[in-house]
């Protein structure tokens, strides 16, 4: 083995671990047929040697630091879905449709928490249609799926996380059902 094999695999191996590191898409999990929502992008290192790097594709631009501007956030393509929530569901679930559709619904249900936290009645309201679309989720991916994965990308500012906070003293007594229907 030349010297120069070897400095091509330890590159190789650091951008394995550089794309793990920012959030490559989990390699377990069925893609559905749908809109793509991820290109993987191939990079020729030598005649016999490509890279494939993963690519949003079909999603809002990065907010930048206009996200975090206000408790809303930027919703551009005006789904109902922060910019940034949406890409980390396609970073969490990418090609997959149906896992796409209940982490959408659960991040508008967290973002109406947020924005309502002060109304008990519509912060249980959207917590109950969370925990549905948790529990549809579970059902479609498999136990390991948790749209509680957003929260940290949910209450990423200050305000937010306050917002949050006041949403989960206010439900803290109130009993949301367990068993649902997947819509």
Known sequence: MNGSHVNSSIWIGSLIVIVLAVGYPHPALP????????AYIPIPIDDD??????????VPPDPGAAGSATLAGVDSNNNGVRDDLERRIVQLYPNNPLAQAYMNEAAKAYQSVLLNSASVATVVADYTRLTQMQFCLERTVGADARSADLVPYLSNTYERSLAYLAALTAIETVNVPTQFVCP
């Open 31 to 38: 893609a559905q047929s749908g809109v793509p929502t991820v």
């Open 49 to 58: 040697l490509n890279i494939v790097i993963p690519v949003l594709v079909n």
